[in-house]
């Protein structure tokens, strides 16, 4: 992929720069929100144009509110909360294209910034409408996309907008993203170690066929374990089976086989006779499962072999926890892979945590300040190793 244009050397005096960020939060029940990390990531892009002489306009998604108005997705919350981080005032505007967005954005001076309402609100944003797109370009007069996590998708914000612009810039964020998942397949130190974990194969099907012969290890963990081990002829007891990926599995057991990389399953595992907290469990070989009993975390012995491999890694990508550690009884296999990811780190290797329960993971267990990059994308970090094309990343100008 090519480099992309960004805000390195940048002086946007007196424009109004047209922002898409990624405020997707969660809220609780009375809309406070509950993790700003995607705010937060924002702000040095923001700070950078403001710093340099520009207005800035943010656009946003919040939520899934199926391109109708609904207070519940409203993004007033993300502006009264974004002005708590900064030293001026944040202005809202109660739409996007409409009459209040062009006249806050019409009158918006260098140094100030605006917030535009959720654009999921208008059905134009997901469809990529030219005209929703050419409303949202009339408002500024420069475009900066920082927001990975949408980069996926071709909508409005992030693909038919950038039609209108000459210029589309990545944002501070979106360059490390690129820089660091880039150098994951471009130009890795070996041993190149990645760790997939999470409930099923179908979402990381693409991800593992294109690290096949990339990888020196390609880790297994979570619940795509036992339709591999299905596959295997072992059995699986109650434990969750992705029967429509079995064919796809047999495959990638063949492909493994027959490339450079060694594809690593676990030997034992944590296993439970029902899905809770205070189930009865007990350890047990992956050969030895009991009929009705469900695999939630891997075993001692997968601990161990898992961190000594991680402990030679010179590069590392790990994406979905090792088993159910939103429940403490099995969230030992998930910590143990944080550990051993901050240690490897910490002796000199780069690792990137790419998106989704494993970030949740590293940041519920206190390991986010020893690794070397956290994804914000989890759907796009997956794409991009994935080996596909990212819309939002290809409307942007080569550097």
């Known amino acids: 992929m090519s480099k992309k244009l960004g805000l390195d050397g940048y002086a946007p ?9 990624d405020f997707n939060v969660p809220l609780d029940a009375e809309r406070q929100i509950t993790d700003d990390t995607r705010i937060q990531a924002a702000l040095p892009s923001i700070r950078h144009l403001l710093d340099a002489g520009a207005a800035v306009i943010l656009m946003s998604h919040l939520g899934r509110p199926k391109g109708r108005i609904d207070p519940a997705f409203s993004l007033r919350p993300v502006a009264d909360h974004l002005a708590s981080l900064l030293p001026q005032p944040v202005k809202f505007a109660l739409d996007s294209v409409g009459p209040d967005a062009q006249q806050k954005a019409s009158q918006l001076q260098p140094g100030q910034i605006l917030l535009l309402e959720n654009l999921r609100f208008n059905p134009g944003e997901t469809g990529n409408d030219p005209g929703f797109a050419a409303g949202m370009a009339g408002l500024g007069d420069a475009y900066v996309n920082d927001a990975f996590g949408t980069a996926h998708r071709a909508h409005a914000s992030t693909e038919g907008v950038t039609k209108h612009f000459e210029e589309r810039r990545a944002g501070l964020l979106m360059q490390r993203e690129l820089d660091f998942l880039g150098n994951l397949l471009a130009g890795p130190e070996a041993p190149f170690v990645a760790v997939l974990g999470g409930a099923k194969v179908s979402g990381k099907v693409d991800v593992i066929r294109n690290l096949l012969g990339r990888v ?5 963990g979570g619940g795509m374990i036992f339709t591999f081990l299905k596959v295997h002829g072992l059995e699986i007891g109650s434990s969750l089976l992705d029967e ?7 495959e990638i057991t063949r492909l493994a086989k027959e490339s450079s990389t ?20 007990q350890e047990v070989l992956v050969t030895d499962i009991p009929v009705g009993w469900m695999g939630l975390d891997i075993g001692s012995r997968s601990v161990e072999r898992y961190r000594e491999i991680l402990s030679r890694a010179r590069t590392i990508f790990w994406n979905g926890p090792m088993g159910v550690f939103e429940l403490p009884s099995f969230a030992s296999g998930t910590k143990a892979v944080c550990q051993a990811v901050a240690a490897a780190t910490d002796a000199g290797a780069r690792s990137v945590v790419g998106g989704g329960d494993s970030v949740a993971a590293v940041n519920q267990m206190g390991f986010a300040d020893r690794v070397s990059h956290i994804s914000t994308g989890g759907g796009a970090s997956l794409e991009f190793m994935g080996g596909r094309r990212l819309p939002g990343v290809e409307a942007l100008s080569d550097a």
């Open 262 to 281: 060694e594809l690593v399953l676990p030997e034992d595992c944590i296993v439970a006779s029902e899905f809770s907290e205070q189930a009865d469990k």
């Open 13 to 21: 005096i007196g424009k109004k720069v047209l922002m898409r960020v």
């Open 216 to 220: 020196d290890q390609l880790i297994l």
């Open 244 to 250: 429509e990926t079995i064919e796809v599995v047999t």
